[in-house]
T-cell receptor, first 112, second 114 residues
Framework: KQEVTQIPAALSVPEGENLVLNCSFT??????LQWFRQDPGKGLTSLLL?????REQTSGRLNASLDKSSGRSTLYIAASQPGDSATYLC???????????FGAGTRLFVKA | KAGVTQTPRYLIKTRGQQVTLSCSPISGHRSVSWYQQTPGQGLQFLFE???????NKGNFPGRFSGRQFSNSRSEMNVSTLELGDSALYLC?????????????FGPGTRLLVL
């Protein structure tokens, strides 16, 4: 059974700091991994999608990497800003049934 | 393009009642997936519809059902509501689905069961 874990559960950093969020999954049989952000009480916003054949994706200050063999992904946020404060979720699409399985998220707070 | 829309945004029901939630996908998207989000269980996949057919289903009881119309709009129904059904219900759309591409989420419907 695929399980997705995100560490840390919460993180507080000063503005301008570079940071890394971690996501691990137990079964490497995935089609892709996607990172989302969720603002309080809102829906999810897609940040980056990495296909299983890819190693990383970049968008602006965000860089996501994928190591399928070790079951890990990291989301790197450069020069963090207060507007980055949100919950970050990773989700994997497992090849067994194409179901999307989410981690519990990392709650990020960037202090001005 | 307009994003994914969900109605209603908030809903209060009592135990035993039933509820229907609606989701309109991004124009041209044919796949709609539904998720339940609770503080205890996080985000859990309910089901996915494509071309009016349920293509995928999560581990939820039969009280949770859905359908998709020819214009790709989707509805989700929960019968005999229980207190534990209180949650944020999110729908997501994508072009052809199968969960192999980016999913775009709506703002959600917050359901409170009293």
């Amino acid at each position: 059974k695929q399980e997705v874990t995100q560490i840390p559960a919460a993180l507080s950093v000063p503005e301008g700091e570079n940071l890394v969020l971690n996501c691990s999954f137990t079964d490497s049989a995935i089609y892709n991994l996607q990172w989302f952000r969720q603002d309080p009480g809102k829906g999810l916003t897609s940040l980056l999608l990495i296909q299983s054949s890819q190693r990383e994706q970049t968008s602006g200050r965000l860089n996501a990497s994928l190591d399928k063999s070790s079951g890990r992904s990291t989301l790197y946020i450069a020069a963090s800003q207060p507007g980055d404060s949100a919950t970050y979720l990773c989700a994997v699409v497992h090849t067994g049934g194409f179901k999307t399985i989410f981690g519990a998220g990392t709650r990020l707070f960037v202090k001005a | 393009k307009a994003g994914v829309t969900q109605t209603p945004r908030y809903l209060i029901k009592t135990r035993g009642q039933q509820v229907t939630l609606s989701c309109s996908p991004i124009s041209g998207h044919r796949s709609v997936s539904w998720y339940q989000q609770t503080p205890g269980q996080g985000l859990q996949f309910l089901f996915e519809y494509f071309s009016e057919t349920q293509r995928n289903k999560g581990n939820f009881p039969g009280r949770f059902s859905g359908r998709q119309f020819s214009n790709s709009r989707s509805e989700m129904n929960v019968s005999t509501l229980e207190l534990g059904d209180s949650a944020l219900y999110l729908c997501a759309s994508s072009l052809v689905g199968g969960n192999q591409e980016t999913q775009y989420f709506g703002p959600g419907t917050r359901l409170l069961v009293l």
